[in-house]
């Protein structure tokens, strides 16, 4: 994948990825400032001031821009979306100007990092929100981002929407920690296994959650009941790559979301919700893994199917409840 070292990018960065035993060991993220409504940060809450890094396969990013668009701050957050395929870092066919341009018709995301930090070590992930001010990366972890999307940027934005509500906080918190850490890097934990055992211990934690799951949601419309909150729209950005992407490409195989009738009908209610559809790009989500992880799909072939999907088609959530 490559990361930057020092500040200079380096390609082979196998030794800083893989723990013994094969499993996969996601990294934490480096960047960690807040933007804060009421200025007590770096970083005050302002009117096209973010730029918001993203590419429409990642989940993570997904997240950040499904709260953007639920708390109205398209004109508030610029985005870019990466539609070209990486050779080093994430590429875009346009950059943010001042110095942060393309160089020979691509715009590479690390480009950014130097820029905020030359002698950055780390991954250069997205989601990254970037202050275009102070000419900096704020931060790079999209839970993060999320909450600051969620609160502090309620003067232009919608503030009659919270998704993380005092009342519900606790509850998200569990659902977060379980669901991140069997589920959403589940996922990747079965498809960048390098053992066979790390392969199985984390494909077991994955689908003991997603049966779980399945449960739960045949008594509560969303998981905290009739409220959506933000551990659904974690869990909806995963699903909705699950069946054409993590299924086959990642090897978590013993069932599809789309024959869990609780599940799937909880994710056709997600992506029904106003606005959600459009910024739910499946195509780009299959190009991006199938297409761009050498890794894991060298041939680079993007599967056609699955073809019995049709997120559009009615579900039956209205019975347990109306949302709220
Ligand atoms: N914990 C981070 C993870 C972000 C992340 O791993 N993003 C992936 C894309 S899905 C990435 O940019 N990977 C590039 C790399 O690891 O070098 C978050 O939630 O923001």
């Not at 030794?15 to 940060?41: C, H, I």
């Not at 990092?113 to 989601?127: E, I, K």
């Not at 931060?139 to 309620?154: G, P, V």
Request: hydrophobic letters at 35%; one cysteine or more.
């Amino acid at each position: 994948m490559g990361m930057l070292i020092d500040g200079e990018w380096v390609d082979d960065d196998e030794k800083f990825r893989n723990a013994e035993g094969g499993a996969f060991v996601r990294p934490e993220s480096n960047f960690r400032n807040a933007v804060t409504a009421d200025g007590s940060s770096d970083f005050p809450a302002e009117s096209g001031r973010y730029h918001l890094f993203l590419a429409p396969n990642c989940p993570w990013a997904h997240r950040t821009q499904l709260v953007r668009r639920i708390k109205g701050l398209e004109a508030i957050i610029t985005i870019s979306l990466s539609y070209i395929p990486r050779t080093r870092s994430w590429a875009y066919t346009e950059g943010i100007g001042n110095g942060l341009d393309p160089i020979d018709g691509v715009f590479e995301l690390h480009q950014a990092y130097q820029a905020a930090d030359p002698n950055y070590t780390g991954r250069v992930t997205v989601p990254t929100l970037w202050d275009k001010q102070k000419w900096t990366v704020v931060n790079n972890e999209s839970a993060e981002i999320i909450r600051m999307l969620n609160t502090e940027f309620n003067e232009w934005g919608d503030a009659t929407i919270d998704l993380y509500p005092e009342a519900l906080r606790s509850e998200i918190d569990q659902y977060n920690e379980r669901i991140y850490t069997t589920l959403y890097n589940g996922v990747y934990r079965c498809g960048f296994a390098k053992s066979q055992d790390a392969y199985e211990e984390a494909y077991r934690n994955l689908f003991d959650t997603l049966e779980w799951l399945e449960e739960h949601l045949g008594t509560r419309r969303f998981l905290c009941g009739n409220a959506i909150t933000e551990a659904d729209w974690r869990l909806y950005t995963t699903l909705v790559r699950f069946d054409s992407v993590y299924y086959g490409h990642f090897k978590c195989s013993k069932f599809r979301i789309c024959d869990q009738p609780n599940l799937w009908n909880y994710l056709k209610d997600l992506y029904q919700q106003p606005g959600i559809a459009e910024i739910t790009d499946m195509e780009g989500i299959k190009k991006g893994y199938w297409g761009n992880m050498a890794n894991v799909n060298p041939s680079g072939i993007v599967p056609l199917g699955p073809e019995d999907f049709d997120l559009g088609e009615a579900h039956d959530r209205d019975r347990l409840g109306q949302a709220a």
